[in-house]
């Protein structure tokens, strides 16, 4: 139990490195399941970006002279729980991919609330290089976080609208010339 905030802190960073970590395994699932080339495209970069998220916790947890393993993430278990569920359970096409939006952007949610504490934290401590780290990885989850918004508004939603395979380049109802 965390009995001051240097516990409290070490509690969060280790409950966050479970949180990525179990998103970096459940990411090449997701990534297979959609059929949304930008959407996939978006996944796979995410994947990557998650990887240099990880190394930077380590990093931190370097610095800090805290070991980075110790915890497991319940809500992000219970979040990859849900999009195993959302893709067993859909075929695949776009409703599949609108599913996979709405799990990934509550991953991301989750993880900015993650990151937001872990900065301001580590900023009311005087950790400014740990803070200034994560506060670089809490741009990239509101920056994927958006990014899926606008793959949702200009493809996928209306896609999943119209039923039409996601990578028709026809598009929308616009008839044939
Ligand atoms: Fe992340």
């Known amino acids: 139990m965390a009995s001051d905030i240097r516990d409290l802190l070490t509690m969060e960073l280790q409950d966050t ?11 090449p699932q997701m990534i297979d399941a959609t059929t949304n080339p930008k959407l996939k495209q978006a996944f796979q970069e995410h994947l990557q970006v998650t990887q240099r998220q990880v190394e930077r916790l380590e990093t931190v947890c370097q610095q800090l002279g805290i ?18 569920e959302i893709i067993d359970e859909l075929d695949r096409g776009p409703v599949l991919d609108a599913a996979l939006i709405g799990a990934a952007q509550k991953v991301e949610h989750y993880e900015m609330a993650a990151y937001g504490t ?7 401590m005087g950790e400014t290089k740990a ?9 990239e989850e509101k920056d994927t976080d958006e990014l899926l918004t606008q793959i949702a508004e200009s493809e996928v939603n209306p896609a999943a609208l119209g039923q039409q395979p996601a990578n ?3 598009g929308g109802s616009r008839g044939a010339a």
Not at 17 to 27: F, K, P, R
Not at 118 to 124: G, I, P, R, V
């Open 131 to 139: 803070a200034d780290l994560l506060a670089q990885t809490l741009k």
């Open 67 to 84: 070991e980075p393993e110790g915890e497991t993430c319940n809500a992000m278990e219970g979040l990859v729980e849900e999009s195993e």
């Open 118 to 124: 872990l900065t301001a934290m580590l900023k009311s």
């Open 168 to 170: 028709d380049q026809a």
């Open 17 to 27: 490195y479970s949180a990525e970590t179990q998103i970096l395994d459940a990411l």
